[in-house]
Protein backbone atom coordinates (compact mmCIF):
# COMPACT_ATOMS: atom_id res chain seq x y z
CA UNK A 1 0.00 0.00 0.00
CA UNK A 2 1.29 3.28 -0.52
CA UNK A 3 0.27 6.65 1.15
CA UNK A 4 -0.48 9.53 -0.51
CA UNK A 5 -0.96 12.81 1.11
CA UNK A 6 -2.91 15.63 -0.83
CA UNK A 7 -3.93 18.94 -0.32
CA UNK A 8 -7.37 20.00 -0.41
CA UNK A 9 -7.03 23.39 -0.36
CA UNK A 10 -3.71 26.16 0.26
CA UNK A 11 -4.87 26.54 4.01
CA UNK A 12 -6.01 23.95 6.22
CA UNK A 13 -7.28 20.81 4.11
CA UNK A 14 -5.91 17.73 3.09
CA UNK A 15 -6.96 14.57 2.49
CA UNK A 16 -4.60 10.81 2.96
CA UNK A 17 -5.29 7.99 0.39
CA UNK A 18 -3.72 4.47 0.34
CA UNK A 19 -3.27 2.56 -2.85
CA UNK A 20 -2.07 -0.83 -2.98
CA UNK A 21 2.02 -1.60 -3.41
CA UNK A 22 4.87 -2.32 -1.48
CA UNK A 23 6.58 1.14 -1.11
CA UNK A 24 7.36 1.18 3.08
CA UNK A 25 11.01 0.90 4.01
CA UNK A 26 12.22 -0.03 7.81
CA UNK A 27 13.53 2.43 9.47
CA UNK A 28 17.01 1.93 11.51
CA UNK A 29 18.96 4.51 14.48
CA UNK A 30 22.69 3.69 14.63
CA UNK A 31 25.96 4.75 15.88
CA UNK A 32 29.07 6.28 15.22
CA UNK A 33 32.78 7.17 15.81
CA UNK A 34 33.21 10.80 16.30
CA UNK A 35 35.95 10.88 15.42
CA UNK A 36 36.43 8.32 12.38
CA UNK A 37 32.64 8.14 11.31
CA UNK A 38 33.07 4.91 11.24
CA UNK A 39 29.40 3.35 12.51
CA UNK A 40 29.24 1.33 15.76
CA UNK A 41 25.72 -0.53 15.72
CA UNK A 42 22.61 -0.25 14.31
CA UNK A 43 19.24 -1.05 15.09
CA UNK A 44 16.13 -2.10 12.51
CA UNK A 45 13.13 -0.68 13.95
CA UNK A 46 10.91 -3.89 12.39
CA UNK A 47 11.72 -7.22 14.17
CA UNK A 48 14.15 -9.20 12.06
CA UNK A 49 12.17 -12.04 13.18
CA UNK A 50 8.32 -12.82 14.94
CA UNK A 51 7.45 -8.96 13.77
CA UNK A 52 3.81 -10.12 14.18
CA UNK A 53 3.95 -10.62 17.72
CA UNK A 54 1.34 -11.64 20.48
CA UNK A 55 -1.43 -10.38 18.11
CA UNK A 56 -3.11 -8.15 20.93
CA UNK A 57 -7.08 -7.59 21.42
CA UNK A 58 -6.14 -4.46 22.71
CA UNK A 59 -3.29 -2.08 23.53
CA UNK A 60 -1.06 -2.91 26.72
CA UNK A 61 -2.95 -0.34 29.12
CA UNK A 62 -6.36 -2.10 28.49
CA UNK A 63 -7.87 0.19 25.23
CA UNK A 64 -10.00 -2.52 22.88
CA UNK A 65 -8.69 -2.38 19.39
CA UNK A 66 -11.44 -4.10 17.49
CA UNK A 67 -9.01 -6.53 16.01
CA UNK A 68 -10.15 -9.57 13.52
CA UNK A 69 -7.42 -11.78 14.81
CA UNK A 70 -8.83 -14.88 13.35
CA UNK A 71 -8.64 -13.20 10.32
CA UNK A 72 -5.54 -11.60 10.97
CA UNK A 73 -3.99 -15.65 11.80
CA UNK A 74 -5.78 -17.04 8.93
CA UNK A 75 -3.81 -14.29 6.63
CA UNK A 76 -0.46 -14.33 8.08
CA UNK A 77 1.05 -16.76 5.28
CA UNK A 78 -0.40 -15.11 2.53
CA UNK A 79 2.15 -11.77 3.47
CA UNK A 80 5.71 -13.68 3.98
CA UNK A 81 7.40 -10.55 3.33
CA UNK A 82 5.49 -7.66 4.95
CA UNK A 83 7.88 -7.01 7.15
CA UNK A 84 10.07 -6.23 4.70
CA UNK A 85 8.02 -2.77 3.70
CA UNK A 86 7.30 -2.80 7.44
CA UNK A 87 7.97 1.24 8.25
CA UNK A 88 8.34 2.21 11.31
CA UNK A 89 11.40 5.18 10.86
CA UNK A 90 13.10 6.21 13.64
CA UNK A 91 11.07 9.61 14.92
CA UNK A 92 12.83 12.97 16.35
CA UNK A 93 15.47 12.99 19.00
CA UNK A 94 16.20 10.81 21.26
CA UNK A 95 16.77 11.14 24.98
CA UNK A 96 19.70 9.23 26.27
CA UNK A 97 20.21 8.41 30.28
CA UNK A 98 24.35 8.49 30.09
CA UNK A 99 23.98 7.16 34.02
CA UNK A 100 22.62 4.00 33.13
CA UNK A 101 23.84 4.04 29.39
CA UNK A 102 20.42 3.47 27.35
CA UNK A 103 19.17 5.21 24.93
CA UNK A 104 15.26 6.41 24.21
CA UNK A 105 13.29 6.76 21.17
CA UNK A 106 9.81 6.39 19.09
CA UNK A 107 9.34 4.98 16.18
CA UNK A 108 6.67 5.42 13.22
CA UNK A 109 3.89 3.98 11.88
CA UNK A 110 3.53 0.46 9.78
CA UNK A 111 3.71 0.05 6.62
CA UNK A 112 0.67 0.15 4.57
CA UNK A 113 0.30 2.74 7.20
CA UNK A 114 -3.82 2.86 7.69
CA UNK A 115 -5.02 -0.15 6.49
CA UNK A 116 -3.65 -3.09 7.96
CA UNK A 117 -4.33 -6.32 5.54
CA UNK A 118 -1.84 -6.86 3.76
CA UNK A 119 0.53 -6.56 7.70
CA UNK A 120 -1.06 -9.06 9.60
CA UNK A 121 0.36 -9.13 13.39
CA UNK A 122 1.13 -6.17 15.43
CA UNK A 123 3.49 -5.10 13.31
CA UNK A 124 7.02 -5.46 15.82
CA UNK A 125 8.55 -2.63 16.70
CA UNK A 126 6.33 0.09 15.39
CA UNK A 127 4.53 3.28 17.26
CA UNK A 128 6.61 2.21 19.86
CA UNK A 129 8.61 3.59 23.08
CA UNK A 130 12.15 2.01 22.54
CA UNK A 131 14.75 1.53 24.57
CA UNK A 132 18.25 0.32 23.55
CA UNK A 133 21.78 -0.19 25.13
CA UNK A 134 23.92 2.40 24.14
CA UNK A 135 27.04 0.52 23.56
CA UNK A 136 25.80 -2.26 21.47
CA UNK A 137 22.37 -0.87 20.21
CA UNK A 138 20.95 -4.27 21.71
CA UNK A 139 16.72 -3.56 22.58
CA UNK A 140 16.50 -3.50 26.27
CA UNK A 141 12.61 -3.10 26.25
CA UNK A 142 9.83 -1.64 24.17
CA UNK A 143 6.35 -0.39 24.88
CA UNK A 144 4.12 -0.79 21.98
CA UNK A 145 1.36 2.08 22.52
CA UNK A 146 -0.81 0.96 19.30
CA UNK A 147 -0.56 -2.80 17.98
CA UNK A 148 -0.97 -3.06 14.53
CA UNK A 149 -1.52 0.70 14.33
CA UNK A 150 -4.23 1.91 11.15
CA UNK A 151 -4.97 5.66 12.60
CA UNK A 152 -1.63 7.16 12.56
CA UNK A 153 -0.42 7.02 16.07
CA UNK A 154 3.11 6.84 15.62
CA UNK A 155 5.60 7.57 18.59
CA UNK A 156 6.15 11.38 17.45
CA UNK A 157 6.76 13.93 20.16
CA UNK A 158 10.54 13.03 21.38
CA UNK A 159 10.97 11.34 25.61
CA UNK A 160 11.59 13.05 28.10
CA UNK A 161 13.53 11.94 31.16
CA UNK A 162 13.31 12.90 35.11
CA UNK A 163 12.76 11.02 38.50
CA UNK A 164 9.53 9.91 39.65
CA UNK A 165 7.99 8.98 43.05
CA UNK A 166 6.30 5.40 42.53
CA UNK A 167 5.31 2.61 45.40
CA UNK A 168 7.90 5.13 48.48
CA UNK A 169 10.90 4.94 46.17
CA UNK A 170 12.26 7.43 43.47
CA UNK A 171 12.34 5.96 39.97
CA UNK A 172 14.34 6.58 37.23
CA UNK A 173 11.52 7.36 34.83
CA UNK A 174 10.97 7.94 30.86
CA UNK A 175 7.95 10.05 29.44
CA UNK A 176 6.19 10.38 26.51
CA UNK A 177 3.01 12.51 25.50
CA UNK A 178 1.22 11.09 22.57
CA UNK A 179 -0.71 11.04 19.70
CA UNK A 180 -3.39 8.94 21.28
CA UNK A 181 -4.24 11.66 23.43
CA UNK A 182 -2.60 10.25 27.36
CA UNK A 183 1.14 10.88 28.90
CA UNK A 184 3.08 7.33 29.41
CA UNK A 185 5.22 7.32 32.24
CA UNK A 186 7.76 4.17 32.51
CA UNK A 187 10.41 3.11 34.39
CA UNK A 188 13.13 3.75 32.37
CA UNK A 189 14.79 0.20 33.20
CA UNK A 190 12.36 -1.97 32.57
CA UNK A 191 9.74 -0.21 30.82
CA UNK A 192 6.84 -1.22 32.98
CA UNK A 193 4.36 1.54 33.17
CA UNK A 194 4.02 3.58 36.51
CA UNK A 195 1.54 5.80 35.11
CA UNK A 196 -0.83 6.69 31.91
CA UNK A 197 -2.18 10.56 32.75
CA UNK A 198 -5.92 11.55 31.99
CA UNK A 199 -6.67 12.49 28.42
CA UNK A 200 -4.98 15.85 27.67
CA UNK A 201 -7.26 15.81 24.48
CA UNK A 202 -11.05 14.38 24.38
CA UNK A 203 -11.96 11.05 22.66
CA UNK A 204 -14.62 9.82 20.46
CA UNK A 205 -15.01 6.30 18.61
CA UNK A 206 -10.82 5.68 19.87
CA UNK A 207 -9.54 2.26 17.40
CA UNK A 208 -12.82 2.42 15.15
CA UNK A 209 -12.48 0.66 11.42
CA UNK A 210 -13.14 2.68 8.82
CA UNK A 211 -16.62 1.71 7.05
CA UNK A 212 -18.07 3.53 3.59
CA UNK A 213 -19.87 6.03 5.50
CA UNK A 214 -16.77 6.62 7.20
CA UNK A 215 -15.87 6.97 10.87
CA UNK A 216 -15.36 9.82 12.77
CA UNK A 217 -12.44 9.95 15.11
CA UNK A 218 -10.75 12.24 17.49
CA UNK A 219 -7.90 12.23 17.97
CA UNK A 220 -7.34 11.53 14.53
CA UNK A 221 -4.34 10.66 12.41
CA UNK A 222 -2.67 14.60 13.29
CA UNK A 223 -2.70 13.87 17.32
CA UNK A 224 -2.96 14.15 20.43
CA UNK A 225 0.36 15.43 20.14
CA UNK A 226 2.23 15.35 16.97
CA UNK A 227 6.38 15.90 17.03
CA UNK A 228 5.99 18.73 19.39
CA UNK A 229 8.65 18.83 21.87
CA UNK A 230 6.90 18.61 25.54
CA UNK A 231 9.01 20.41 28.61
CA UNK A 232 8.63 18.56 32.04
CA UNK A 233 9.16 21.28 35.76
CA UNK A 234 11.27 18.49 37.32
CA UNK A 235 10.89 20.27 40.27
CA UNK A 236 6.89 20.16 40.32
CA UNK A 237 6.54 16.78 38.40
CA UNK A 238 4.38 19.25 36.08
CA UNK A 239 4.34 18.43 32.40
CA UNK A 240 3.31 20.88 29.76
CA UNK A 241 2.05 19.24 26.50
CA UNK A 242 0.97 21.65 23.30
CA UNK A 243 -1.99 19.33 21.62
CA UNK A 244 -4.15 18.98 19.24
CA UNK A 245 -7.91 18.94 18.31
CA UNK A 246 -8.87 18.11 15.01
CA UNK A 247 -11.77 15.18 14.15
CA UNK A 248 -11.29 13.35 10.84
CA UNK A 249 -12.80 10.82 9.07
CA UNK A 250 -11.61 7.28 8.13
CA UNK A 251 -13.08 5.88 5.41
CA UNK A 252 -13.37 2.48 3.56
CA UNK A 253 -13.65 3.27 -0.18
CA UNK A 254 -13.81 1.70 -3.76
CA UNK A 255 -12.55 2.02 -7.48
CA UNK A 256 -15.19 0.00 -9.44
CA UNK A 257 -14.08 -2.11 -12.05
CA UNK A 258 -13.49 -0.75 -15.56
CA UNK A 259 -12.77 -2.35 -18.63
CA UNK A 260 -10.61 -5.15 -18.24
CA UNK A 261 -9.29 -3.04 -14.52
CA UNK A 262 -10.70 -5.29 -11.44
CA UNK A 263 -12.18 -3.05 -8.47
CA UNK A 264 -9.33 -1.15 -6.89
CA UNK A 265 -10.24 -0.83 -2.71
CA UNK A 266 -8.27 1.70 -0.18
CA UNK A 267 -8.79 3.64 2.51
CA UNK A 268 -8.95 7.09 2.98
CA UNK A 269 -8.58 9.60 5.59
CA UNK A 270 -10.15 13.65 5.75
CA UNK A 271 -11.30 16.01 7.83
CA UNK A 272 -14.42 16.32 8.49
CA UNK A 273 -15.57 19.10 7.11
CA UNK A 274 -16.09 22.43 8.34
CA UNK A 275 -15.55 20.53 12.05
CA UNK A 276 -13.99 22.95 14.65
CA UNK A 277 -10.57 22.58 15.56
CA UNK A 278 -8.23 24.09 18.44
CA UNK A 279 -4.97 23.77 20.16
CA UNK A 280 -5.04 23.16 23.89
CA UNK A 281 -1.49 23.71 26.10
CA UNK A 282 -1.97 21.28 29.14
CA UNK A 283 -0.41 21.26 32.55
CA UNK A 284 -0.35 17.73 33.47
CA UNK A 285 0.35 16.73 37.03
CA UNK A 286 2.36 13.86 36.53
CA UNK A 287 2.45 12.36 40.20
CA UNK A 288 -1.32 12.02 39.99
CA UNK A 289 -1.72 12.25 36.09
CA UNK A 290 -4.63 15.08 36.57
CA UNK A 291 -5.23 17.61 34.08
CA UNK A 292 -3.99 21.24 36.19
CA UNK A 293 -4.90 23.49 33.71
CA UNK A 294 -5.44 24.40 30.23
CA UNK A 295 -5.38 27.19 27.57
CA UNK A 296 -7.37 26.97 24.46
CA UNK A 297 -5.86 28.39 21.41
CA UNK A 298 -7.46 29.08 17.95
CA UNK A 299 -5.50 26.76 16.13
CA UNK A 300 -3.69 23.46 16.68
CA UNK A 301 -0.28 23.93 18.23
CA UNK A 302 2.87 22.41 16.80
CA UNK A 303 6.01 23.25 17.39
CA UNK A 304 6.91 23.00 21.37
CA UNK A 305 6.84 24.40 24.77
CA UNK A 306 9.78 25.56 26.84
CA UNK A 307 9.14 25.59 30.65
CA UNK A 308 11.54 28.00 32.91
CA UNK A 309 12.29 27.68 36.37
CA UNK A 310 11.21 30.97 36.89
CA UNK A 311 7.19 29.79 36.48
CA UNK A 312 7.08 30.72 33.20
CA UNK A 313 6.09 28.62 29.94
CA UNK A 314 7.26 30.22 26.16
CA UNK A 315 5.32 28.68 23.45
CA UNK A 316 4.11 29.77 19.90
CA UNK A 317 0.51 29.57 17.69
CA UNK A 318 0.27 29.22 13.87
CA UNK A 319 -1.13 32.87 13.48
CA UNK A 320 1.97 34.64 14.51
CA UNK A 321 1.34 34.97 18.48
CA UNK A 322 4.46 34.23 20.78
CA UNK A 323 3.00 33.67 24.11
CA UNK A 324 4.54 33.66 27.82
CA UNK A 325 2.55 31.55 30.38
CA UNK A 326 1.85 31.75 33.65
CA UNK A 327 3.20 28.00 34.92
CA UNK A 328 0.72 28.01 38.11
CA UNK A 329 -2.49 28.82 36.07
CA UNK A 330 -1.92 29.25 32.92
CA UNK A 331 -2.49 32.75 32.34
CA UNK A 332 -1.18 34.58 29.54
CA UNK A 333 1.21 37.32 30.86
CA UNK A 334 2.83 38.79 27.97
CA UNK A 335 2.85 38.08 24.07
CA UNK A 336 4.57 39.07 20.67
CA UNK A 337 3.47 39.03 17.36
CA UNK A 338 5.23 37.47 14.22
CA UNK A 339 4.07 37.53 10.41
CA UNK A 340 4.23 33.64 10.13
CA UNK A 341 3.36 30.79 12.11
CA UNK A 342 5.22 30.33 15.21
CA UNK A 343 5.98 26.75 14.96
CA UNK A 344 8.98 26.01 16.19
CA UNK A 345 10.12 24.95 19.73
CA UNK A 346 11.58 27.73 21.64
CA UNK A 347 14.79 27.34 23.79
CA UNK A 348 16.48 29.10 26.34
CA UNK A 349 19.95 29.97 27.25
CA UNK A 350 22.76 31.88 29.76
CA UNK A 351 25.17 34.39 28.96
CA UNK A 352 27.33 36.21 31.67
CA UNK A 353 24.59 35.40 33.99
CA UNK A 354 21.58 36.90 31.83
CA UNK A 355 18.36 34.16 30.52
CA UNK A 356 17.72 34.67 26.60
CA UNK A 357 14.89 33.14 25.24
CA UNK A 358 14.69 32.32 21.45
CA UNK A 359 12.49 31.89 18.54
CA UNK A 360 12.00 30.86 15.01
CA UNK A 361 9.15 31.68 13.08
CA UNK A 362 8.62 30.11 9.93
CA UNK A 363 5.14 28.45 9.52
CA UNK A 364 3.84 25.39 8.10
CA UNK A 365 2.15 24.08 4.87
CA UNK A 366 0.86 20.83 6.01
CA UNK A 367 -1.62 22.76 9.21
CA UNK A 368 -2.03 25.84 6.66
CA UNK A 369 -0.07 28.05 8.80
CA UNK A 370 1.81 31.30 6.82
CA UNK A 371 5.30 30.75 5.92
CA UNK A 372 7.88 32.70 7.03
CA UNK A 373 12.08 33.54 7.99
CA UNK A 374 12.60 34.88 10.94
CA UNK A 375 14.59 34.81 14.61
CA UNK A 376 14.12 36.17 17.67
CA UNK A 377 15.69 36.62 20.73
CA UNK A 378 14.57 37.82 24.23
CA UNK A 379 16.06 38.86 27.46
CA UNK A 380 14.60 37.99 30.45
CA UNK A 381 14.12 40.38 33.36
Same mark, same amino acid.
Given at each position: ?56 ? @? ?58 ? @? ?37 ? @? ?38 ? @? ?184
Amino acid at each position: MACIWMPIEKTNRWGLWWFPGNYGRPGFIAAYDINSGQRIWQFDTIAPNHWEGEFRQ @STPDGVPLHRDIAQEKADLDKYPDAAKFGGGSAWSTPAIDTQNGLLYFGTGNPSPQMDGT @SRPGDNLYTVSLVCLDVNNGNIRWHYQQVPHDQWGYDVS @SPPVLFDYPHNSQLIPAVGHAAKTGWYYIHNRLTGELLRK @SDEFVEHHNMFANPSPEGQVIWPGVLGGINWSPTSVDKTSLTAYVPAIHWPVKYLKQTIPTSQDKPAVHYTSMEPLGDAPRWGLLSALDLKTGKVQWQAKTEQPLVGGVLATAGGLIFMGEGNGHFNAYDAQSGKVLWQDKFEAGVNAPPISYEIDGVQYVAVAAGGNQIFGFKTGDEFRVYKLK
